[in-house]
């Protein structure tokens, strides 16, 4: 009877031993497989933006930017200020839309459906935060000449669309939220 005791006890120690192992196993598989999407979403990042900074491809990873969504971030300040003052009206829409289409998103692709969607539904505040990423990157890979005139592309779509709604016998076309967001996009190119 002893003997069947200590048999059935390393026995058991055996199985909780291999299950320890299994579970510690699948627990580094999974680690693993994580990793390998990561650099995957890394290299991917890296093929479509022409960003070789690792912090800011991890950056753009972390907040879960798709390489196929990429190319929309280069709409996110005209969205950003749209929705400066809260709400997006008509004309902030349709200037949005053919700022767009003039950079060549055409109507019926993934881009320019998603743009829509963003201007019907004000995107997370995360969004801001991975354009802002893939600016910085994108200005490192850039001559100052380079950046300067990307900055002033961007940001000369952005007053378009925060200048769309006019004011009052064209005064003040610009509101003060607007311009302040306006701002806070320039910084990013610095």
Known sequence: MLEDFFANTSES????????FLKQDTKLIEELKAMEAMNESRESLAAVSGIT???VLDKLVKLNVRPETLASLAIIPLVEVA????SVNEKERDATLKAATTAGFAKGTIDYELLE???????????LG?????I??????????????LKIELIGHARSVASASGG?????AISKVEAQMIEKLETTFD
């Open 117 to 127: 969607n963003w201007l019907t539904h004000k995107p997370e505040a995360k969004l």
């Open 53 to 55: 900074n690792q912090a």
């Open 13 to 20: 120690k055996k199985t909780l031993e291999d299950a320890f």
């Open 130 to 134: 991975a354009w802002q990423a893939y």
């Open 168 to 172: 009052i016998l064209g005064l003040a």
């Open 83 to 86: 929705w400066a003052d809260g």
């Open 136 to 149: 910085k990157g994108l200005c490192e890979e850039l001559s100052k000449e380079e950046r300067e005139n």
